[in-house]
Nanobody, 122 residues
Framework: QVQLVESGGGLVQPGGSLRLSCAASGSIFSINAMGWYRQAPGKQRELVATITSGGSTNYADSVKGRFTISRDNAKNTVYLQVNSLKPEDTAVYYC????????????????WGQGTQVTVSS
């Protein structure tokens, strides 16, 4: 079994920063792409940023220049540095990972974390 656990969310003033973390654990053979998504109240979940195992990144236009995704492959962890936060960034942030499970059969599955709340308000 594999789990993704996020941390680092919280309440921050406009213009502030946070660093979100998401650690994958369990029976992992390898991890392909990892990503961050967010869902604001009453809205659909949307892509924030993704990063491949080789480090190539992709960002939503709304966060380019303010957010930075990175990963530590040795720790099976993905990070999201969020700077210059705006009230419209308020959402639950979810990480996901494309994982090959370790075992006799190496199943490939997409896993999601439980989410971490980011609230931007003065």
């Amino acid at each position: 079994q594999v789990q993704l656990v996020e941390s680092g969310g919280g309440l921050v003033q406009p213009g502030g920063s946070l660093r979100l973390s998401c650690a994958a654990s369990g029976s992992i053979f390898s991890i392909n792409a990892m990503g961050w998504y967010r869902q604001a109240p009453g809205k659909q979940r949307e892509l924030v940023a993704t990063i491949t195992s080789g480090g190539s990144t992709n960002y939503a236009d709304s966060v380019k220049g303010r957010f930075t995704i990175s990963r530590d492959n040795a720790k099976n962890t993905v990070y999201l540095q969020v700077n210059s936060l705006k009230p419209e960034d308020t959402a639950v942030y979810y990480c996901n990972a494309d994982i090959y499970e370790d075992g006799r059969i190496r199943y490939r599955r997409i896993y999601w974390g439980q989410g971490t709340q980011v609230t931007v308000s003065s």
